[in-house]
């Protein structure tokens, strides 16, 4: 059993991740918001793995690279959510897919620069998740992935993993903006 700790375990992603690991693992939801980035690591420090889910600006970053810090030489895992707009695209703003690729960028960098580095680092970038069926992924199958990831053995580094569903971007793209559109009217 590990102590795993979680961002953003009431949201969509979040709580299906917490349904994955909490039957195995000990769960800590962080109380603490971003940008509060010294408070959040006071209560992750002592975990063995750490999901780094909620996206608040340039938050993540921040907590990824300061945890980063302190957990290098250790037997520990970062996981981060990433997303499919870490890779330009036409769905989000500028700030979102920077941050996104930042997190991706940073995590490659250590694993190439950091001699001492024990800490295992995952990134898992998904396209659109549960907002619109036929082409979104389910929550759930996020919260699969990251329980896999989090069973892997010590010596496995499971870098990136870039998933989404099937349907064309344009195609899920175009389906997006009509629902919203639709929701506005
Ligand atoms: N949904 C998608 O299609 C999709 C696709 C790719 C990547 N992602 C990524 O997946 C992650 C989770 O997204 P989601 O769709 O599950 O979002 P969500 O349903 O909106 O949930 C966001 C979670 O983060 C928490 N949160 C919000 N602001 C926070 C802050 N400043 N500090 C700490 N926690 C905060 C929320 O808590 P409160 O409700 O209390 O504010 C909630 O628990 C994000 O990193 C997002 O970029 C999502």
């Given amino acids: 059993m590990k102590k795993i ?7 969509l992603i979040g709580s299906e991740i917490v349904r994955h690991l909490s039957l195995d693992h000990q769960l800590v939801l962080v109380n603490e918001r971003l940008p509060h980035v010294d408070e959040i690591i006071n209560e992750i420090h002592d975990c063995d793995v750490f999901i780094n889910n909620a996206m608040h600006k340039w938050g993540q970053v ?5 945890l980063y810090d302190l957990w290098r030489t250790e037997d520990k895992l970062i996981v981060n959510i990433g997303s ?17 690729s930042s997190i991706n960028h940073f995590s490659d960098l250590v694993r190439f620069k950091d001699d001492a580095k024990k800490c295992r680092v995952s990134t898992i970038n998904p396209g659109l ?3 619109i ?11 699969e992935i990251v329980a896999w990831l989090v069973n892997q053995p010590k010596y496995v ?20 903006k009509n629902t919203q559109k639709q929701s506005k009217e």
């Fill in 62 to 66: 921040d907590l990824l690279m300061k």
């Fill in 157 to 176: 580094e499971i870098s990136r993993i870039d998933v989404s569903h099937v349907a064309p971007y344009e195609q899920v793209q175009r389906m997006k």
């Fill in 5 to 11: 700790s979680i961002t953003g375990g009431s949201g």
């Fill in 84 to 100: 499919r707009a870490a890779a330009p695209n036409i769905s989000i703003g500028y700030e979102y897919s920077t941050v996104k």
């Fill in 129 to 131: 998740v549960g907002k």
């Fill in 133 to 143: 069926d036929g082409v979104s992924l389910t929550p759930s199958y996020i919260g």
